[in-house]
């Protein structure tokens, strides 16, 4: 019989990659998340039957213990953004990831592949930074043998990083920049998934790996590349920390006094995030030690990008008929 992989998180952004590469190698793939019945669509990554999204709550034993019967493998890809309410950084990040980790043993399975983020670190003022950290902990205290990765900000068709900006050029003259000097080294989705996949067949050594892609540059570099893809000229404006503070602050109010309804376009706890760099460490195992040779973006954001231009997927033709009159 195939073997069965558990995904927490499988029909998220970097989980649904994985769950496709792992269900094009014959594996069977449990996809454990919130919703089910929103995730009808990774049923089509095999063949029927052979990917199945189920209900999973990752603050409940039970709950987890049931998506992990069974399971040859599991892959932990849940993260949040929110610093308060249930679902928060520790709940998720870090008792979350314990959790998992903890049933992981109990139930016997044989590798854990866990999705954190460079910049983890315990003693950072950023509480996604220090439960990411704690979260790396936890689950190599119960699965010493598990494949952490730690990606850069991560690029692709579904990102929340690119796709943000761009949208914003639609109805912004310029782009508004907290730490627009803070270097990142985006890293394509697609080289995560295949990074978990070897994790999770066996077939990376148990460690910490640190993912970038090829190119490393600061974010407003980053965001003068996306302008060009999308051919618009839009101001970049950096803003001092201090201004990021009180914008933070500001959201942050409104988050609370919205319950949660209304969120605001920066959290306080990304401005501290956004002090230090994104990059892969000099010292640290990464894509090389895979054997992966990480995309690049110029290779991959004209292909979902090409939206947010002024003509669309008509730009194109548009430049084709502008050279025949010339």
Not at 28 to 51: D, I, M, S, W
Request: aromatic share 8%; proline share 5%.
């Amino acid at each position: 019989m195939s073997k069965l992989v558990t995904i927490f998180g499988g029909s998220g952004f970097i989980g649904r990659y994985i769950a496709r590469r792992l269900a094009r190698k014959g594996w069977r793939v449990r996809v454990a998340c919130r919703r089910p019945e929103t995730a009808g669509f990774v049923r089509t990554y095999g063949v029927v039957g052979q990917v199945e999204p189920i209900f999973c709550n990752i603050r409940d034993d039970d709950s987890v213990r049931g998506a992990l019967h069974s399971a040859d493998a599991v892959v932990n890809c849940v993260g949040t953004f929110d610093a308060k309410g249930k679902n928060n950084f520790d709940a998720i990040q870090h008792e979350g990831a314990a959790r998992i980790a903890r049933l992981a043993k109990e139930q016997s399975v044989a590798r854990m592949v866990h999705i954190s983020a460079i910049g983890a670190d315990a003693e950072s003022e950023s509480g996604y930074a220090r439960t990411k950290a704690e979260g790396e902990a936890a689950v190599l205290e119960h699965m010493p043998d598990a494949v952490i990765l730690r990606p850069s900000v991560v690029f692709g068709p579904e990102d929340a990083f690119f796709n943000r900006f761009a949208k914003m050029t639609r109805i912004s003259p310029f782009l508004p920049l907290f730490g627009a000097e803070t270097r990142f080294q985006p890293v394509y989705v697609d080289d995560v998934a295949a990074a978990a996949v070897m994790g999770a067949t066996g077939r990376a050594a148990p460690g910490v790996y640190e993912l970038g892609g090829p190119e490393a540059a600061s974010f407003r570099d980053l965001m003068k590349q996306m302008l060009s893809v999308i051919m618009r000229r839009r101001l970049v404006i950096g803003f001092p920390f201090w201004v990021g503070a009180i914008a933070g602050w500001m959201s942050d109010l409104m988050t609370s006094a919205t319950l949660g309804v209304i969120s605001g376009p920066v959290t306080g706890d990304q401005i501290k995030q956004l002090k230090a760099d994104n990059v892969v460490s000099e010292d640290a195992h990464g894509f090389e030690a895979l054997g992966i040779s990480p995309t690049s973006m110029d290779a991959i954001l004209p292909e979902y990008l090409w939206a947010y231009r002024p003509s669309g997927q008509y730009a194109a033709i548009k430049d084709s008929a502008r050279d025949l009159r010339t």
